[in-house]
């Protein structure tokens, strides 16, 4: 697994060839890649802290030398150890060194761009061709005779990379692939509870200054450039990663994860994404040019005694004083973000059970949104999110505009410059928060500004829409959210209004909002125009259709056959507010 | 792509055997559960959103392909609709540019863009239609095999 330095710059040439070639081969459109997931139970991790100690493999790039000199210059005190590590280089690949680490190692990248050429010469593979052309899982079924609705499509059709595909073709799909657990699925449509047993504890840091010393760079066809399967405890550390085609960072079943100091930019749709995972910390992150959003926390675990694999709320012990009595802690964190310039700052379909907080989502389409929309997500619906301290604000940016989608659905996104961002899913542009389908969610104490349409939006999302359709569950969301003590429409001491503070479609109950302060003026405060202070009503009422009619036409989206559907006008920037 | 999907749309209703215009015959297909309502769209002074629940009230199943939806004046023009049977809003599980092809069955239940209704089914519509100058009331909304009436009334959105 290991070459020496001689051998890899002999190696650079035919790499550097073959990867012009790589860069030619045709994209290959992808469905959606998220194979069957649950979330580990039990879940006795923890969120992982920066260790000092443990076997070290360095990885190198050629010119990691000079740019050691360049960033350090005469600093001798943070050079010297650079030095020595790069004595200890073995590694010019990031994904051989984790196929060398064991449990508990650190890899330590030194400044370069890591662009993982052995990992780009596997294809990129598609259903029934090489490789692992039979290991893919049909999740939503072939036998469909009805016509397809108007709109941009792959050729492929609709499965998913199982586990085993993961296990055995861990770079095809995958620019740097971590796998924790080794054993082969039965039955993937059923897969095993996840276990950590290989590469757990790893620690991947970036060796430089910052995060700007180490890039990790996707080739725009492989749907992950880092993909963390079931390695519990990772850490991630100090480096930039970016045009992932599906996700820069994956992290999938995870129990106990820490990502820290990273740029994630210019992936097609997620910058971070956690997913079915638990005991997670986002730190220092800044994410931006991202087709959906900048970090996303979807499928998180919930904080409450259920089993996480199945239906189930955190209703127990709540009452109208106090509907999140049963929240449990949070089960995921993040703090000193700043996300922006991407369709979403945050993301989170079943996003449960996060904590937010001192973070900033500005000049994004929408700032944040949280939902319980779509099908294939464990952990429905979501719930107890905590969202406090935070700057939400000038969140008008819009990725919608007829010459953006023109050009989006002519260039796919191998084809398109890196910066160019465009929209996977649609959003209510000059929105700061957008909770689709929430209950228990508390958002506190932050500044909410300068956000052309919404403030923030609370809609109900009925179960039927995410595949449920038990009759009990039908108004299982937008229940029990508090609102408490934020300030809008100010900027400091200046005034920024939003659009309207607060929208709310009316359904639910023990909705309320309290102790919000605003500078909108009168005009813009809320729709409805008198909200209810808490504890809310314990009356349930449906949405307003004088609402619904804002927001049903804005479904039929879609960037080729429908860009502006009629009534929808989510897509034009707000005019500024006065 | 439409056009294939209301030949095929067509295809199928016929094979079920739903027939009829709606109207004042023996109710054949869809008929509101009550009185739909109308919405004028704030910022889009051309734009109205129906919204309402229908009941198939035949006694066949009724398999309709809601992108064939369109909503007629009263001189039968069709206008620029967009239809779906759901009630709120909701977007896809694919990315935009990530869609399988054809899509699967389940998500195009899911967002209400195919259904198949049996017979005393409920499901909620919402259809919206945009009218011009030369647009003639009263509209009613064309599902193929039959019709339903569109309110005259119009009402303002929430501000």
Sequence with gaps: MTAGPRSLRLGALVVGALLALVLLWPASGGAHPERITKFPSPQPGSVPAARSTGPVIVVCQRDSLTRLKRIYGKNRRALRPRLQALRRCHFRSIQSAVNAAKSGGRILLLPGVYTEPASRRVPVGSYGQPPCANDYVETEGF?????????????????????????????????????????????????????????????????????????????????????????????????????????????????????????????????????????????????????????????????????????????????????????????????????????????????????????????????????????????????????????????NVNYFTAERQNYCNSHPFPSRPKEIVCPQFQTAVGTGVLIGGGN???????????????????????????????????????????????????????????????????????????????????SHQSTPSSLPGCPGSDTFHPANPATQSMLVPCTAWDPANNPRPVGCDWFDVPAKPS | MRRAAAAVAGAALALVGCGGSGGQKRSTGLEWKKEPLVFRATHLPSDRVVIGTVENRSKRSLHIVAATIRVRDAHGAALRSDAQFVNSYAHGLYGAYQKPKP????????????????PGSVIPLSVAYRVTPRTRTPLRVDYGAGSLAVPSRVRRESQ
């Design chain 1, 440 to 522: 228990r969610d508390l958002l506190q104490h932050n500044e909410i500004y300068d956000n052309w349409r919404w403030g923030v939006a609370l809609i109900s999302v009925a179960a039927s829409i995410r595949g449920d359709n038990d009759p009990g569950h039908q108004t299982d969301t937008s229940n029990g959210s508090q609102f408490l003590d934020n300030r809008m429409g100010i900027a400091g001491n200046t005034r920024a209004p939003n659009g309207t503070d607060f929208f709310w479609d009316e359904e639910g109950v023990r909705n309320c909002w309290q102790g919000n302060t605003s500078q909108s003026g009168a």
């Design chain 1, 143 to 395: 036998q469909n005779t009805a016509p397809p609705p108007a709109g941009p499509a792959s050729d492929d059709p609709p499965v998913r990379a199982n586990r085993n595909y993961h296990l055995k073709c861990p770079n095809s799909k995958n620019l740097i692939a971590v796998e924790g657990d080794p054993r082969a699925e039965d039955n993937p449509l059923n897969p095993s509870l996840p276990i950590c047993m290989q590469k757990c504890n790893l620690q991947i840091s970036g060796y430089g200054r910052g995060p700007g010393d180490v890039l990790i760079q996707g080739d725009r066809h492989k749907t992950d450039v880092l993909r963390v399967d079931r390695a519990n405890g990772i850490y991630l550390s100090n480096f930039t990663i970016e045009q992932g085609a599906f996700n820069d960072i994956d992290l999938v079943e995870v129990d106990g994860f820490h990502v820290h100091n990273i740029v994630a930019r210019y992936a097609q749709n997620y910058g971070i994404l956690s997913f079915t995972a638990v005991h997670g910390l986002y730190e220092n992150i800044e994410a931006y040019n991202n087709g959906d959003s900048g970090v996303y926390p979807g499928s998180n675990a919930k904080g409450c005694n259920v089993d996480p694999n199945a239906y189930g709320m955190c209703d127990a012990g709540s009452s109208a004083a106090d509907p999140r009595a049963g929240c449990g802690p949070p089960t995921t964190e993040m703090r000193n973000i700043n996300s922006h310039d991407n369709v979403l700052g945050y993301s989170g379909t079943a996003g449960n059970s996060t904590y937010v907080h001192d973070s900033d989502f500005h000049d994004n389409n929408t700032g944040l949104t949280t939902d319980s929309f779509a099908s294939g997500h464990p952990g429905m619906p979501q719930e107890c999110f905590r969202w406090e301290h935070n700057r939400i604000y000038s969140n």
């Design chain 2, 103 to 118: 899509l699967p069955p389940n998500e195009l239940s899911r967002l209400g863009l195919v259904v198949t209704l049996p």
